[in-house]
């Protein structure tokens, strides 16, 4: 079972040494908020799953062995930050990750997120999305942020088991928390405030 973390002054230690860090939880959560903060504070590249390996321009799905093959030559990197949970590509993430942030608030805090993005981005494609993917929200997206704690989690969670038994996961529940978090690491990596 993967060590799970409920400190964050270790998580923040853990975080200034880590190389690549994996970000996952559910679509609004905020998982790519802090994987850009990270990025930028700690100095290494961020990916974002939905744009640098799942879509192509216009809401095109890339086909999965090519996406497979991304990944493969993502996490073969030295140094990522890596925002998307996919738990289909966890056996190939995790292996190589040195920590994990679970991102993982109530579900009207993902809900949320979802909806003030939608409208801060109506009709035009936010950066962490593949170009000419124009933000939308369907009701189907909507009932899968709805049930994400009963019908992802438990997969997350044994793939985590499975697959990164070795590899340290936080457990972040609210913004707070994040902001917790980020301003630790500050403290710790001075240079991380540049």
């Known amino acids: 079972m993967a060590p799970y973390l409920d400190d964050i002054d270790a998580a923040a230690t853990l975080l200034g040494k880590a190389n690549r860090i994996l970000i996952i939880g559910c679509s609004g959560s ?44 993502i996490v073969a990197q030295a140094q990522w930050i890596m925002d998307g949970t996919s738990p289909g ?57 709805w049930n994400f704690e009963k019908t992802e989690s438990p997969e997350i969670e044994q793939k985590l088991a499975d697959y990164g038994a070795d590899v340290p996961v936080l457990v972040v529940r609210s913004h707070a928390q994040t902001q917790r978090l980020l301003h630790r690491l500050r403290q710790l990596v001075p240079a991380a405030g540049t």
């Open 30 to 73: 905020g998982k790519s908020t802090i994987a850009q903060a990270l990025a930028r504070m700690l100095h290494i590249s961020y990916v974002s799953m939905d744009r640098d390996v799942f879509w192509l321009p216009g809401w095109q799905q890339r086909p999965r062995a090519e996406a497979l093959g991304i990944v493969e030559r």
């Open 89 to 145: 590509t966890l056996p190939l993430r995790l292996p190589r990750t040195d920590l994990v942030l679970w991102i993982r608030p109530p579900r009207r805090v993902s809900l949320y997120g979802v909806i003030t993005r939608w409208l801060r981005h109506r009709g035009s494609t936010r950066p962490e999305m593949a170009e000419d993917c124009p933000e939308r929200l369907t009701g189907d997206f909507l009932r899968y942020i």
